[in-house]
């Protein structure tokens, strides 16, 4: 199982690493290197000495990096072993079939052939068994779409996952149709969707059972991928039982709604940095980011003209600032 197979797309340092890794020879060698390498050139284990320190980061957030890239590929990894269990599963299933089946001595497509009033027209068997058989590789099935329901469910009609800021909807379309053969709308709290081909067929049509930012929500089908695919952007952060009104709840106490620090703005990170390095610094029993502030000031002023403490070594412990 190759990086590629996971995400679907090669990576630029996939030949660099590649190359690492055959000098290391052993995984726990190469793993060993890259933080070796973190360590000597980076300033990624360094601990911020106080909050606008330019390098290094707060107490835990280098492990939190860590952590959050392993699960990342740990999830896509699961998946990617899911998807090819149904496979394996599918061809068994199909080549049992296949060996159940009466076989026509001397019968090809070419032959195989029912007369009409309007002459011959193929066998319906022999058009079953003579189709392309990469067309059953490359799409996706009911079954294999379940990979796709984090956090939300496998429907009839679709295949729905979600976060605490959006939905995600995957809806199974015949491969051969292009986005001129699909109409979606999406308003605020209505979704339509109508697939135009093969046959006119009314896929989704109700009521969301929360409503969304439009201006922020989108559809898209890539030609040939046999994926109809919606993300709605949620208006608040919360988890939703459904999509739509009336249909299959699921239990949301089952559900992961947790949220990764890169999710919240620019302020918010911050503050929990700050939060965090806080409660590190307390801890282990040293100043605060407040407090820090504070005893910089206090350092400058220490000698400035007019203070009792002009002349004296700098002594912060003279000074109460414990009302942080």
Not at 135 to 162: F, H, I, M, V
Not at 171 to 197: G, Q
Not at 251 to 275: C, G, H
Request: net charge negative.
């Amino acid at each position: 199982m190759d990086l590629h197979s996971l995400t679907g797309q090669e990576r630029v340092y996939d030949a660099t690493l590649m190359g690492v890794l055959q000098s290391c020879g052993k995984l726990q060698t190469f793993l060993d290197e890259m933080f070796s390498f973190l360590a000597r050139r980076t300033d990624f284990y360094v601990i911020m000495t106080h909050e606008r320190a330019k390098m290094g980061f707060p107490p835990g957030v280098a492990q939190e990096m860590v952590m959050q890239a392993f699960k990342k590929y740990e999830v896509l990894s699961r998946k990617r072993e899911a998807e090819i269990m149904r496979e394996e599963e599918t061809k068994r299933a199909e080549a049992m079939t296949q060996s159940s089946l009466p076989k026509s001595a001397g019968v090809t497509c070419a032959t195989a052939v029912t007369k009409g009033t309007e002459g011959a027209v193929p066998s319906p068997s022999c058009e079953t068994s003579c189709r392309n058989p990469e067309d059953k590789k490359e799409r996706k099935t009911p079954s294999n779409l379940a990979s796709d329901a984090y956090n939300g469910a496998q429907l009839e009609n679709y295949t729905w996952s979600q976060t605490l800021t959006d939905v995600d909807i995957r809806i199974l379309v015949d491969p051969s149709i292009t986005a001129k053969d699909v109409k979606v709308d999406i308003k605020n709290d209505r979704l339509t969707v109508i697939v135009l081909k093969p046959e006119r067929k009314v896929v989704v049509d109700g009521q969301l059972l929360n409503r969304i930012k439009v201006e922020d929500s989108l559809w898209n089908l890539d030609k040939g991928s046999g994926v109809l695919q919606i993300n709605l952007e949620k208006t608040k952060e919360m988890m939703w039982k459904s999509v739509m009104v009336g249909d299959t709840e699921i239990d949301l106490s089952k559900v992961d709604n947790t949220k990764n620090i890169s999710d919240f703005d620019e302020e918010a990170q911050a503050a929990i940095q700050r939060v965090t390095y806080d409660h590190h610094q307390k801890m282990i029993g040293k100043p605060t980011s407040g407090q820090q502030k504070t005893y910089d000031i206090l350092q400058k002023a220490w000698n400035a003209p007019g203070s009792p403490f002009q002349g004296t070594p700098f002594d912060p412990t003279k000074v109460d600032v414990s009302g942080d």
